[in-house]
């Protein structure tokens, strides 16, 4: 694969300035990585949420840095999994869409996990895989993962009590949940299983992904309630006047978040913290899945479109990085970064080179308040409804659906909720974008070129 055009030389002062990142310390930095599964730019406090409870990552933002302008790799799960493990956005990335759950990595896509592995890393994964079942190219022990333990598949990710998971290569039974009976709820088991690894002190530095399917609605499996998501409990919110979905909904954050607060606490037990790089951000912005209506909690803060739209509020999203010692703590950053920048910058970070030929910057300069090199564009591309296509150049965002279709133009930074689609008024600007479009991506074999189906784009999609 070349070396994609797009990506400007970069400026060898900042290399300079970030390289030894890793040298003189006596262990590299550990990685602690937590995704959340269609969290809303707004569902967070420290992101203007007022009615969800979200203490503990609120606390992470106020020791670290909030990112106000962090993008996913895609709107929808397994594409935006697929560009944060590989560092190529969608136009480049195998998975493009979530019409083939599950479609697997390719031996020779290395992931974040293979290339930390490799650097001596002990590589631990939990929850969430998307992008290659028990026995495939891409299964996780394949991939990178010395330690795995989750769901199946992408579609069974989705039921809160499943009577079975993966651990490595063998199947854990959940007999609490065999039957009818719904007794162990699977991101209490996956918060479990992260403590356990993050107790298994080595000499080694640690990167632990923990993939929580929170608050995604549990519209795969069918074991529903009938209010849309199933929790253990929708406390503290029994007593509020909302709709029962809601209040499961508001629940799934709020113990998510108290299960944040235990792993970070086990970090400061265990003399972690200190030389721990703690991530946390969501794979794509809020659904409307199950019953939840995302206006309710004003998930996606000021921003337009959801889950599977590529406007702002489904591909932009919260995100949120501590590193004691190496980020200054209480920071707000604008820095434009995407998903297919995190497997350079954890290769800067870990003192290693990142592999040639992918869409990923290095943002190990903007952690720590340095000089950044900025990327010229970032591109997206989704097949489940068609073809719909997005770019953000400089403040200027496009978006068009259909290979042929007109192409809108919003400039985010005055119009952060893209209401006013100001393409007729500057052509150049434009006509660049139609050019990105046409030039940033490689055709795909498993995801071609058709047109968007017809109808309501909401009532074609899929619900994966």
Same mark, same amino acid.
């Given at each position: 694969?070349?070396?994609?055009?797009?990506?400007?030389?970069?400026?060898?002062?900042?290399?300079?300035?970030?390289?030894?990142?890793?040298?003189?310390?006596?262990?590299?930095?550990?990685?602690?990585?937590? $995704?959340?599964?269609?969290?809303?730019?707004?569902?967070?406090?420290?992101?203007?949420?007022?009615?969800?409870?979200?203490?503990?990552?609120?606390?992470?933002?106020?020791?670290?840095?909030?990112?106000?302008?962090?993008?996913?790799?895609?709107?929808?799960?397994?594409?935006?999994?697929?560009?944060?493990?590989?560092?190529?956005?969608?136009?480049?990335?195998?998975?493009?869409?979530?019409?083939?759950?599950?479609?697997?990595?390719? +031996?020779?896509?290395?992931?974040?996990?293979?290339?930390?592995?490799?650097?001596?890393?002990?590589?631990?994964?939990?929850?969430?895989?998307?992008?290659?079942?028990?026995?495939?190219?891409?299964?996780?022990?394949?991939?990178?993962?010395? =330690?795995?333990?989750?769901?199946?598949?992408?579609?069974?990710?989705?039921?809160?009590?499943?009577?079975?998971?993966?651990?490595?290569?063998?199947?854990?039974?959940?007999?609490?949940?065999?039957?009818?009976?719904?007794?162990?709820?699977? +991101?209490?088991?996956?918060?479990?299983?992260?403590?356990?690894?993050?107790?298994?002190?080595? =000499?080694?530095?640690?990167?632990?992904?923990?993939?929580?399917?929170?608050?995604?609605?549990?519209?795969?499996?069918?074991?529903?309630?009938?209010?849309?998501?199933?929790?253990?409990?929708? =406390?503290?919110?029994?007593?509020?006047?909302?709709?029962?979905?809601?209040?499961?909904?508001?629940?799934?954050?709020?113990?998510?978040?108290?299960?944040?607060?235990?792993? $970070?606490?086990?970090?400061?037990?265990?003399?972690?913290?200190?030389?721990?790089?703690?991530?946390?951000?969501?794979?794509?912005?809020?659904?409307?899945?199950?019953?939840?209506?995302?206006?309710?909690?004003?998930?996606?803060?000021?921003?337009?479109?959801?889950?599977?739209?590529?406007?702002?509020?489904?591909?932009?999203?919260?995100?949120?990085?501590?590193?004691?010692?190496?980020?200054?703590?209480?920071?707000?950053?604008?820095?434009?970064?995407?998903?297919?920048?995190?497997?350079?910058?954890?290769?800067?970070?870990?003192?290693?080179?990142?592999?040639?030929?992918?869409?990923?910057?290095?943002?190990? +300069?903007?952690?720590?308040?340095?000089?950044?090199?900025?990327?010229?564009?970032?591109?997206?591309?989704?097949?489940?409804?068609?073809?719909?296509?997005?770019?953000?150049?400089?403040?200027?965002?496009?978006?068009?659906?259909?290979?042929?279709?007109?192409?809108?133009?919003?400039?985010?930074?005055?119009?952060?909720?893209?209401?006013?689609?100001?393409?007729?008024?500057?052509?150049?600007?434009?006509?660049?974008?139609?050019?990105?479009?046409?030039?940033?991506?490689?055709?795909?074999?498993?995801?071609?070129?058709?047109?968007?189906?017809?109808?309501?784009?909401?009532?074609?999609?899929?619900?994966?």
């Amino acid at each position: 694969m070349k070396r994609r055009t797009f990506l400007k030389t970069i400026d060898l002062g900042i290399v300079g300035a970030t390289a030894s990142l890793a040298q003189g310390q006596a262990k590299k930095p550990n990685i602690l990585f937590i $995704l959340a599964d269609d969290l809303g730019f707004g569902d967070l406090g420290c992101y203007g949420q007022q009615l969800i409870k979200t203490p503990n990552i609120d606390r992470l933002a106020a020791e670290g840095v909030r990112f106000t302008q962090a993008y996913a790799g895609s709107t929808v799960c397994a594409p935006s999994r697929c560009s944060l493990m590989t560092g190529l956005h969608t136009g480049h990335a195998r998975t493009r869409g979530n019409q083939s759950p599950d479609l697997p990595l390719r +031996p020779q896509d290395l992931t974040v996990a293979e290339l930390l592995k490799q650097a001596g890393y002990r590589t631990g994964l939990i929850g969430k895989w998307s992008l290659g079942q028990l026995g495939s190219t891409g299964y996780p022990p394949r991939k990178g993962w010395d =330690e795995w333990f989750g769901y199946f598949s992408q579609v069974h990710a989705h039921n809160y009590y499943p009577e079975h998971l993966l651990e490595n290569d063998h199947s854990y039974l959940l007999k609490g949940n065999m039957g009818t009976q719904r007794k162990e709820y699977a +991101p209490d088991v996956f918060t479990e299983r992260a403590l356990q690894f993050l107790d298994r002190k080595t =000499e080694q530095p640690f990167f632990l992904h923990v993939c929580y399917t929170t608050p995604h609605a549990n519209n795969e499996m069918g074991r529903d309630t009938g209010n849309g998501m199933e929790v253990p409990s929708d =406390e503290p919110y029994s007593q509020k006047p909302w709709p029962q979905i809601e209040k499961n909904f508001a629940a799934m954050i709020t113990r998510m978040d108290a299960d944040i607060g235990k792993l $970070l606490a086990k970090l400061e037990q265990t003399g972690e913290a200190g030389n721990t790089l703690v991530l946390f951000t969501s794979d794509n912005g809020p659904h409307q899945e199950g019953g939840h209506k995302p206006g309710h909690f004003e998930s996606g803060g000021p921003l337009r479109g959801i889950k599977r739209d590529l406007y702002e509020g489904g591909v932009r999203v919260p995100s949120i990085m501590k590193w004691p010692g190496k980020i200054q703590p209480g920071r707000v950053s604008d820095q434009v970064w995407a998903f297919w920048d995190f497997l350079p910058t954890v290769a800067e970070i870990a003192g290693i080179a990142a592999p040639d030929g992918i869409d990923g910057i290095s943002m190990a +300069p903007a952690l720590l308040g340095k000089p950044q090199k900025q990327h010229e564009y970032l591109y997206w591309e989704f097949h489940e409804r068609g073809f719909d296509q997005a770019v953000r150049l400089g403040n200027w965002k496009g978006v068009r659906s259909g290979r042929q279709g007109v192409i809108e133009l919003y400039d985010v930074h005055a119009d952060l909720s893209e209401r006013k689609n100001v393409a007729d008024g500057n052509p150049e600007i434009v006509a660049r974008i139609r050019q990105i479009m046409e030039t940033a991506r490689t055709d795909s074999a498993e995801f071609q070129v058709r047109e968007r189906v017809g109808g309501n784009s909401k009532k074609n999609a899929s619900k994966k």
